[in-house]
């Protein structure tokens, strides 16, 4: 039998599983002299689903923002597998920065390319692959999010969810085990959101891929956070770190329980009385 | 290893990523290619870890089309990875990346010639519709936001005073000296003052400031509205019962009629400014420059560039709008807009200033 053995040539480091993918240290951040969240701390360990939640204006999108290095905080330090993002220079800081698959908002995808090129942009800029081998690899990843049929608009004929779900594929293009999803289910109908959810639960299981997600959608923190971490505008501070489940049943403080155990068929209720 | 001795097996080792797939994908289809009649055998038994490219390889390896017989196959790879392998079926991307389909030169030109009498259509309602909001703005003037009109005026037109001012003298200066130096041959020096006063009034201070403001003005005003549109501003006003016309587009209109001449006038001036400096060299004193200047042009050359300069600057602000409301969705398509009202109303102003000579000859 003939035998060849194929060796990735510069492996590079190993995630050690060890040191948590992400870790805040003591951060503060706002904008001008405002703060919108104070000595904050956290751990995001591989292979793990957090949930960053709160209400609106309580600084989600703004703490992401600062996890990915995209606003310095005022004081504190962000650790992405073990090195500083805030004291690194700039080159280290972009190594970092691409070993995080960020998805935005509203899917931040390049209006002059279509779907097929959005998703292969990383790819073009960082692999040595061939045009063939990136666009299949490309088209997975749009399989792998339903949007394989619409690989050749353009953002501007999108809709909302697919705009986010093209916009999850490209954040995953360069296999970044470190996926940090911006209210990917805000906007999307039910089934679409579930599905999104069901994609990042398949990640996790089968690539072992760390997922931070700013969301507030109850059905889908249940489903996907392994954990959830609350924010308040008013004290500025985390106000809640466990399991959804324990928060929603047993956390002491009344804000956190209103938040998990809101219920719609109380205000029904109300509608109706 | 279960297979017979004519498998042929490749053992993939290592992290497969991102960064390290590509050798190893060429080399692995080098060896499925120079063993097209035998079967395949990949371990996977030493693999560490394999992101999305590497997945993607394993994909690519076992779709790849082989003689009878001649099967690649996966062999101790981790079960959630088999499974997750499973989901992709070779047939979902047998199409080959779909690319926009060449059109013929005829039907180019076709086309091209179909989109811009379409354009000349609409181009042509655009301005019944601001014709008609203005013959409402005289009627009403009170219905006009004549707060918007001043701040529209102010940034085309009071912030414009700098680069219109060194138009219009570089303008001035260049004619005088250019015609100067032909005239001296023959000793007609002083009729450049003519030349200098009809083209400057007539002709150069509109035209010029028209074509600075088309590049400064009319592109900010299709790329403001171009963005409200893709910001769905516009379809606010529109749900508001607003009209987008009256709302946008009158204001800017109005400003524009009302700053263009204003700043034509001033080309005018540090044009024939410039001029009387340059026929300094040419032993033509201030004094004479000016005596002989009044005599040369009249109060209908003056009038003539500013009624012009106002035709200009509907130009340029209907064009600029009308571009930002045709605007599609995205980043380029505000650039495009941006881009075709510059060209657009440039074209026009050449055009509709060529108009004006003709019916004023």
Redesign the interface.
């Given at each position: 039998m003939a035998e060849t053995q194929l060796q990735s040539g510069k492996s590079g480091p190993a995630p050690t599983g060890q040191r948590p993918a992400i870790s805040v240290r003591n951060l503060r951040m706002g904008y001008g002299t405002r703060v919108l969240l104070d000595d904050a701390s956290f751990e995001v360990h591989r292979g793990e689903v957090v949930v960053i939640l709160g209400g609106s204006g309580s600084g989600k999108s703004s703490l992401m923002k600062n996890i990915i290095g995209l606003h310095a905080p005022m004081a504190g330090d962000v650790l992405v597998d073990g090195e500083s993002l805030v004291k690194a220079n700039a080159t280290d800081k972009a190594r970092l920065q691409r070993s995080l698959g960020v998805m935005y908002q509203s899917g931040a995808l390049f209006g002059s390319m279509n779907v097929l090129e959005n998703v292969r942009f990383p790819l073009d800029q960082f692999t040595d692959l061939t045009l063939a081998e990136k666009n299949l690899t490309a088209r997975m990843l749009l399989h792998t999010v339903e949007m394989l049929p619409a690989e050749s608009l353009m953002p501007g004929e999108l809709s909302g969810g697919m705009l986010k779900r093209a916009g999850i594929a490209r954040a995953m293009a360069l296999g970044c085990d470190i996926l940090l999803l911006d209210e990917p289910s805000a906007g999307l109908d039910p089934i679409t959101a579930a599905n999104l959810d069901r994609t990042i639960l398949s990640l996790r299981k089968n690539l072992g891929v760390t997922c931070v997600v700013v969301t507030h959608e109850l059905q889908s923190i249940f489903a996907i956070a392994d954990r959830a971490i609350m924010l308040d505008p008013i004290s500025r501070a985390i106000i809640a770190n466990d399991r959804p489940e324990t928060l929603r049943d047993f956390s002491p403080d009344m804000r956190v329980r209103q938040f998990f155990n809101r219920r719609p068929d109380e205000l029904r209720a109300e509608r109706h009385g | 290893?279960t297979?017979?001795?004519?498998?042929?097996?490749?053992?993939?080792?290592?992290?497969?990523?991102?960064?390290?797939?590509?050798?190893?994908?060429?080399?692995?289809i080098e060896?499925l290619a120079r063993?097209p009649d035998r079967p395949v055998l990949i371990d996977a038994s030493r693999l560490?870890?394999?992101?999305?490219?590497?997945?993607?390889?394993l994909?690519?390896l076992t779709r790849q089309e082989r003689a009878p017989g001649a099967t690649v196959r996966i062999q101790a790879l981790a079960p959630?990875?088999a499974?997750?392998l499973g989901?992709?079926e070779p047939h979902?991307?047998a199409a080959p990346?779909?690319?926009?389909r060449r059109l013929g030169t005829l039907e180019d030109i076709g086309r091209a010639a179909a989109r811009h009498l379409l354009y000349l259509k609409e181009l042509a309602g655009f301005l019944g519709g601001c014709l008609r909001a203005l013959r409402e703005a005289r009627s009403h003037p009170g219905a006009v936001n004549w707060g918007d009109v001043l701040d529209v005026a102010t940034e085309t037109g009071a912030n414009a005073v700098p680069i219109v001012l060194l138009m219009g003298f570089l303008m001035g200066v260049i004619i005088a000296f250019e015609v100067g130096l032909v005239a001296r041959q023959f000793g007609a020096v002083i009729f450049v003052v003519n030349g200098v006063g009809v083209a400057m009034l007539r002709e150069l201070g509109a035209l010029m400031t028209a074509i600075v403001l088309a590049g400064r003005t009319g592109a900010a005003f299709a790329a403001q509205i171009g963005t409200q549109k893709v910001n769905e501003e516009l379809n606010a006003i529109c749900t508001f019962g607003l009209d987008p016309i009256e709302f946008l587009v009158l204001p800017r209109i109005l400003a524009a009629i009302l700053v263009v001449p204003l700043l034509t006038i001033l080309a005018d001036i540090v044009g024939l400014f410039g001029g009387a400096l340059v026929m300094t060299s040419f032993n033509i004193s201030l004094l004479q420059f000016f005596t002989r200047l009044l005599g040369a042009v009249t109060a209908t050359d003056l009038m003539l560039g500013i009624i012009k300069a106002a035709v200009f600057g509907v130009t340029i602000a209907a064009v600029g709008c009308h571009s930002g409301l045709g605007t599609?969705?995205?980043?380029?398509?505000v650039g495009l807009s941006a881009t075709s009202a510059v060209v657009t109303s440039i074209v026009l102003i050449v055009v509709i200033d060529g108009l004006f000579a003709v019916l004023t000859s």
């Open positions: - | 290893m297979g017979a001795t004519d498998d042929v097996c490749v053992v993939l080792e290592g992290r497969i990523t991102a960064r390290t797939a590509a050798p190893i994908w060429q080399s692995a060896i063993n560490q870890y394999l992101d999305n490219v590497g997945m993607a390889l994909f690519d959630n990875l499974a997750l989901r992709y979902d991307f990346p779909s690319r926009p599609g969705a995205g980043a380029t398509s």
